[in-house]
């Protein structure tokens, strides 16, 4: 076979010599053979030469992917096809291991056979060539991936979504390599070529957000990869949002039978329609109406029009009101309602109806001074109406064209601006609306105004150094129009009236007016005043006052209002606050009395209510003080370290002059234990929740009945012990005689050895204000002398032969030097205090001490000794000043059966008593029957004081009665203004 030439294969003339050579370039197997060369010689001789050709291939991978996959559970081939010549053996490792043929592998020349795959035959595979011939070795490393195919984990389910709205589509497979997703419609077209259309790749979630009406139908979802291929379906229902699609404004006569509001709505599923009038909160109900027969609500389902967007049915609503009236008209909404949503949509119902002057303002003006006045008038009616205006049955701008008329408006509103140049256009002016219902007049009056007249009378009300406090009443004839101001003119009285001041208040809802910046005891002369829109009103109601001197400021009035009481004690109310223990206290600034203000003093503290005949505050911590300047400020931020305590607060205002009066108010701070409830209301019971504080109560009163039983048992058995200790006490008390006691008492002082509680107004003997002192530094008065009880005998003999024992009681009280200004002023309070107070001792006696709230323990003392035992007391106490006052015997003390005169004492503040022992006995039998002091205990007395006694004066209490109870004594009066 001649040999073709080509690129690849051929042959060359050699020049020098007559030779040819062949070439052949990239050998193959095929090229191998028997190759001859034959040439012509001498024209006519044919020389032939041949030449075999051996070719020797090396090991070629001609089919041997490195990576190749398997589908799990099937058999696969691994290839590996080798060319060589000479031809090469073949054998396979796995991960170095060699494989041999066996049940699962079969070795073949193209390749190792693997049945049933499974996930274990992944891995690395080698295939080795070997040429024995030429000794020649290859290997070629093959990884095989054993393949998974897809397999639902969540398989899409049917979704429903609204119109306009966000919906997804959920499916996910697990397989190997990981599934590759595509979600297709009904017609097979890729689901992301929508508009606003979306697939996560990665999870296979298809996302749509703007839903649409045409989007409704079924989708499939695609989970492929190279094992193989899953699809399931789903159904998308579009819900349609609710629209209201017809309702149409209503116009009816009042009367009418029957007013009818039609609301058609559109939507899918069908939408419930419910009505609601605007000026109503509660929407109506299917049917009849609980509270308005007239009112009824019908519903039904109609076939939709042709020109909607694929729907068939529409929902129908009717509201019917039956004989319509005026409250009828109004705004009524229709509101429809499905699983899209809300839709709402107004329609108004007009009810028409005749004129009326129902929003009428005004049916009277005034006018002065030829002034011009507007007359307005205001017809409300549907339609609206048409306004004319007559006077004195002349229509004005028709039949009276009068320039001095002017109308602007002929409704709803109407002004009629007039110009009363004389008397006659004074008068009554008729307002006249018309319309197709109806008409209807209004009157006004035009009046012409003056001046009102003097004020009756200007009631002064408060007094301070510098200011004034009036209420006025209004003069008898304000002139026409309402007053707008009161006024006043003041002056010293030793000046004229034309150089007086002047002070105009508007007129003040809570009636109160305030004349300030006056000149402390100095006399003002005053006149009053009033005025209107016309004028003033002519001077009157003067007065005459003369301002007291500078003194203490008035207290701060506090601000609580804005907190709210959470509840009261003691007749006053207190703060209850949150959580916080944070309290803004804010005040408003009182009367300097003629000297400025110069700082507030805040102090506040822990209390707790002591409950007694008269529940009280009882402070339980440390006072804290506080300075505050005055420049201004009226609140004050107060941090209390308190939690669930009750907080007094007391606000003093500071002048030259000292301290005003206290402000008080109580404050509860914020309960811990409430927050931490609050704060954790599921929390899990924990050991730390346990209610410590009934066990441990528990376990106290257990362990105290263990005590009293172990201490009765030691007094029956040994008499000993707590209980026969009172047992002994006991048996040591002895009767009461009144007589023998009586005796004992003869020429002895009462003393007292405890303080004396409220004494005067905060002031020391000196003068001195003593309101700032630290809480315990008041000083006591003890053993202050109250009464010496003096015992005489007269001749006069009782039925029992006894001589009648008189015995007068001298008793001192404080002396009121210091505590007011005048002697008139001292003389008042010692016929106010002393004369009306008595108080009931722990002994039964009735002591009469003036200003003394509180009588504990007494001490007896011999009247008779020559250097009596002179009670401690103070350098400067009251009780020392106290003996230079003159007695003043009260009137209302009646004196029975007195065989001896009492003296006077010149130095004592309270008269000496005299009175008959047989006298005193009754006296006091009555007088304990009365107040129910002796009750069960009249009998017996303690032997621990000595100085118990039942003493009686002999006063004659008729007419008198209890009028508080403080539990060691009781005070008594006999004039309702006293206590």
Same mark, same amino acid.
């Given at each position: 076979?001649?040999?073709?030439?080509?690129?690849?294969?051929?042959?060359?003339?050699?020049?020098?010599?007559?030779?040819?050579?062949?070439?052949?370039?990239?050998?193959?197997?095929?090229?191998?053979?028997?190759?001859?060369?034959?040439?012509?010689?001498?024209?006519?001789?044919?020389?032939?030469?041949?030449?075999?050709?051996?070719?020797?291939?090396?090991?070629?991978?001609?089919?041997?992917?490195?990576?190749?996959?398997?589908t799990l559970g099937t058999d696969y081939k691994l290839r590996c096809k080798v060319q060589a010549n000479p031809p090469a053996n073949i054998d396979w490792l796995k991960e170095s291991v060699i494989v041999s043929t066996g049940d699962r592998y079969v070795i073949e020349t193209d390749g190792l056979l693997i049945k049933q795959i499974s996930k274990s035959d992944g891995g690395t595979f080698t295939c080795r060539a070997r040429v024995p011939q030429t000794g020649e070795l290859e290997e070629r490393n093959i990884i095989l991936d054993v393949q998974e195919p897809p397999r639902w984990v969540l398989k899409p389910s049917n979704v429903q979504g609204i119109e306009t709205e966000k919906v997804e589509f959920k499916c996910q497979a697990l397989g190997s390599p990981h599934p590759r997703y595509t979600w297709v419609d009904r017609e097979g077209i890729d689901a992301t070529d929508k508009e606003g259309w979306k697939l996560e790749a990665n999870t296979g979630t298809l996302i749509a957000y703007q839903l649409e009406r045409k989007d409704a139908?079924?989708?499939?979802?695609?989970?492929?990869?190279?094992?193989?291929?899953?699809?399931?379906?789903?159904?998308?229902?579009?819900?349609?949002?609710?629209?209201?699609?017809?309702?149409?404004?209503?116009?009816?006569?009042?009367?009418?039978?029957?007013?009818?509001?039609?609301? &058609?709505?559109?939507?899918?599923?069908?939408? &419930?329609?419910?009505?609601?009038?605007?000026?109503?909160? *509660?929407?109506?109900?299917?049917?009849?109406?609980? %509270?308005?027969?007239?009112?009824?609500?019908?519903?039904?389902?109609?076939?939709?029009?042709?020109?909607?967007?694929?729907?068939?049915?529409?929902? !129908?609503?009717?509201?019917?009101?039956?004989?319509?009236?005026?409250?009828?008209?109004?705004?009524?909404?229709?509101?429809?309602?499905?699983?899209?949503?809300?839709?709402?949509?107004?329609?108004?119902?007009?009810?028409?109806?005749?004129?009326?002057?129902?929003?009428?303002?005004?049916?009277?003006?005034?006018?002065?001074?030829?002034?011009?006045?507007?007359?307005?008038?205001?017809? =409300?009616?549907? $339609?609206?109406?048409?306004?004319?205006?007559?006077?004195?049955?002349?229509?004005?701008?028709?039949?009276?064209?009068?320039?001095?008329?002017?109308?602007?408006?002929?409704?709803?509103?109407?002004?009629?601006?007039?110009?009363?140049?004389?008397?006659?256009?004074?008068?009554?002016?008729?307002?006249?609306? %018309?319309?197709?219902?109806? /008409?209807?007049?209004?009157?006004?009056?035009?009046?012409?105004?003056?001046?009102? =007249?003097?004020?009756? !009378?200007?009631?002064?009300?408060?007094?301070?150094?510098?200011?004034?406090?009036?209420?006025?009443?209004? @003069?008898?004839?304000?002139?026409?129009?309402?007053?707008?101001?009161?006024?006043?003119?003041?002056?010293?009285?030793?000046?004229?009236?034309?150089?007086?001041?002047?002070?105009?208040?508007?007129?003040?809802?809570?009636?109160?007016?305030?004349?300030?910046?006056?000149? $402390? &005891?100095?006399?003002?002369?005053?006149?009053?005043?009033?005025?209107?829109?016309?004028?003033?009103?002519?001077?009157?109601?003067?007065?005459?006052?003369?301002?007291?001197?500078?003194?203490?400021?008035?207290?701060?009035?506090?601000?609580?209002?804005?907190?709210?009481?959470?509840?009261?004690?003691?007749?006053?109310?207190?703060?209850?606050?949150?959580?916080?223990?944070?309290?803004?206290?804010?005040?408003?600034?009182?009367?300097?009395?003629?000297?400025?203000?110069?700082?507030?003093?805040?102090?506040?503290?822990?209390?707790?209510? *002591?409950?007694?005949?008269?529940?009280?505050?009882?402070? #339980?911590?440390?006072?804290?003080?506080?300075?505050?300047?005055?420049?201004?400020?009226?609140?004050?931020?107060?941090?209390?370290?308190?939690?669930?305590?009750?907080?007094?607060?007391?606000?003093?205002?500071?002048?030259?002059?000292?301290?005003?009066?206290? /402000?008080?108010?109580?404050?509860?701070?914020?309960?811990?234990?409430? *927050?931490?409830?609050?704060?954790?209301?599921?929390?899990?019971? =924990?050991?730390?929740?346990?209610?410590?504080? @009934?066990?441990?109560?528990?376990?106290?009163?257990?362990?105290?009945?263990?005590?009293?039983?172990?201490?009765?048992?030691?007094?029956?058995?040994?008499?000993?012990?707590?209980?026969?200790?009172?047992?002994?006490?006991?048996?040591?008390?002895?009767?009461?005689?009144?007589?023998?006691?009586?005796?004992?008492?003869?020429?002895?002082?009462?003393?007292?050895?405890? =303080?004396?509680?409220?004494?005067?107004?905060?002031?020391?003997?000196?003068?001195?204000?003593?309101?700032?002192?630290?809480?315990?530094?008041?000083?006591?008065?003890?053993?202050?002398?109250?009464? #010496?009880?003096?015992?005489?005998?007269?001749?006069?003999?009782?039925?029992?032969?006894?001589?009648?024992?008189?015995?007068?009681?001298?008793? /001192?009280?404080?002396?009121?030097?210091?505590?007011?200004?005048?002697?008139?002023?001292?003389?008042?309070?010692?016929?106010?205090?002393?004369?009306?107070?008595?108080?009931?001792?722990?002994?039964?006696?009735?002591?009469?001490?003036?200003?003394?709230?509180?009588?504990?323990?007494?001490?007896?003392?011999?009247?008779?000794?020559?250097?009596?035992?002179? @009670?401690?007391?103070?350098?400067?106490?009251?009780?020392?000043?106290?003996?230079?006052?003159?007695?003043?015997?009260?009137?209302?003390?009646?004196?029975? &059966?007195?065989?001896?005169?009492?003296?006077?004492?010149?130095?004592?503040?309270l008269p000496t008593l005299t009175i008959k022992s047989n006298s005193l006995l009754e006296i006091s039998r009555k007088l304990a029957e009365t107040t129910d002091f002796l009750k069960e205990s009249s009998d017996t007395f303690s032997e621990s004081s000595e100085t118990e006694s039942h003493q009686d004066l002999g006063l004659d209490l008729s007419g008198f009665e209890k009028t508080r109870d403080f539990g060691d004594f009781v005070t008594f009066s006999n004039s309702p203004a006293q206590v």
């Open positions: 076979q001649i040999i073709s030439q080509d690129n690849r294969v051929y042959s060359e003339s050699h020049t020098e010599e007559p030779a040819i050579s062949l070439f052949i370039k990239r050998l193959t197997s095929e090229d191998a053979g028997l190759y001859k060369c034959s040439a012509i010689y001498a024209a006519n001789q044919e020389i032939v030469a041949s030449v075999t050709v051996s070719i020797i291939i090396g090991i070629t991978w001609s089919d041997a992917p490195t990576e190749q996959y398997a139908g079924q989708y499939t979802c695609i989970a492929e990869n190279n094992a193989g291929r899953l699809e399931a379906s789903a159904q998308l229902n579009v819900i349609i949002k609710p629209r209201v699609q017809e309702l149409q404004n209503q116009t009816f006569p009042v009367g009418k039978e029957k007013g009818v509001l039609t609301c &058609k709505a559109s939507g899918d599923p069908l939408p &419930k329609i419910i009505w609601r009038k605007w000026s109503r909160n *509660e929407p109506y109900l299917p049917g009849g109406q609980p %509270d308005d027969s007239r009112i009824t609500i019908e519903e039904q389902t109609v076939d939709a029009p042709d020109y909607t967007e694929g729907e068939r049915n529409w929902q !129908q609503s009717t509201l019917t009101i039956d004989t319509l009236k005026r409250t009828d008209d109004g705004l009524y909404e229709c509101q429809a309602v499905n699983d899209g949503g809300k839709f709402f949509q107004s329609g108004h119902l007009t009810v028409e109806f005749g004129p009326t002057f129902e929003d009428q303002q005004t049916s009277k003006e005034w006018s002065w001074d030829q002034r011009q006045t507007n007359l307005s008038c205001m017809a =409300t009616a549907i $339609p609206n109406a048409t306004i004319s205006w007559w006077f004195r049955d002349l229509e004005i701008g028709r039949e009276d064209l009068d320039k001095n008329y002017d109308i602007v408006g002929h409704g709803p509103l109407s002004i009629l601006t007039v110009s009363p140049l004389a008397g006659k256009y004074y008068g009554h002016y008729t307002c006249k609306a %018309d319309n197709i219902y109806g /008409s209807a007049i209004h009157e006004i009056e035009l009046i012409q105004a003056h001046e009102p =007249t003097q004020i009756q !009378q200007a009631v002064l009300d408060k007094v301070t150094s510098t200011t004034l406090q009036f209420r006025f009443v209004p @003069p008898t004839n304000i002139g026409g129009l309402p007053l707008d101001a009161y006024a006043v003119e003041y002056k010293e009285t030793r000046h004229l009236w034309n150089q007086a001041r002047r002070r105009v208040w508007p007129i003040a809802e809570n009636g109160e007016y305030i004349l300030e910046d006056l000149s $402390p &005891k100095t006399t003002f002369d005053l006149r009053f005043g009033c005025k209107n829109r016309v004028g003033f009103s002519p001077w009157g109601a003067g007065q005459q006052v003369t301002m007291p001197k500078r003194g203490r400021p008035e207290p701060p009035i506090l601000n609580a209002e804005d907190y709210g009481m959470a509840g009261f004690l003691n007749d006053g109310g207190f703060i209850e606050l949150d959580s916080s223990n944070k309290y803004e206290l804010s005040w408003q600034i009182p009367e300097d009395n003629g000297l400025p203000i110069d700082m507030f003093l805040l102090q506040y503290f822990p209390v707790r209510v *002591e409950q007694s005949y008269s529940d009280s505050w009882v402070q #339980t911590g440390d006072i804290v003080k506080i300075e505050i300047q005055n420049r201004g400020s009226v609140r004050h931020m107060l941090d209390m370290p308190y939690r669930d305590t009750y907080v007094k607060i007391v606000l003093q205002a500071h002048n030259e002059y000292g301290f005003s009066d206290e /402000s008080v108010l109580i404050v509860r701070a914020g309960r811990e234990k409430e *927050e931490a409830d609050e704060e954790t209301p599921n929390a899990p019971f =924990t050991a730390s929740q346990l209610p410590l504080i @009934p066990i441990i109560g528990s376990l106290l009163a257990v362990l105290v009945l263990l005590i009293i039983l172990i201490d009765i048992s030691c007094y029956k058995i040994n008499e000993i012990g707590f209980t026969n200790f009172l047992c002994e006490k006991a048996k040591r008390f002895k009767k009461f005689d009144p007589q023998i006691e009586n005796a004992k008492l003869n020429g002895q002082c009462l003393t007292s050895t405890h =303080t004396l509680q409220g004494f005067g107004s905060g002031k020391d003997s000196g003068g001195r204000n003593t309101e700032r002192r630290e809480e315990g530094s008041l000083q006591t008065h003890s053993n202050q002398k109250l009464a #010496t009880i003096k015992r005489s005998k007269s001749k006069e003999q009782i039925p029992r032969n006894r001589a009648i024992a008189c015995q007068s009681v001298i008793f /001192s009280s404080p002396q009121l030097e210091g505590l007011y200004d005048t002697q008139e002023e001292r003389d008042a309070l010692n016929e106010q205090l002393l004369h009306n107070i008595y108080d009931a001792t722990p002994d039964h006696s009735i002591l009469k001490h003036g200003l003394a709230k509180s009588l504990s323990t007494f001490h007896i003392e011999d009247a008779g000794r020559e250097n009596p035992r002179k @009670p401690s007391s103070q350098p400067n106490s009251v009780y020392k000043r106290n003996q230079k006052k003159k007695h003043i015997t009260p009137k209302h003390i009646m004196k029975k &059966k007195t065989s001896v005169n009492s003296n006077t004492d010149p130095h004592q503040s």
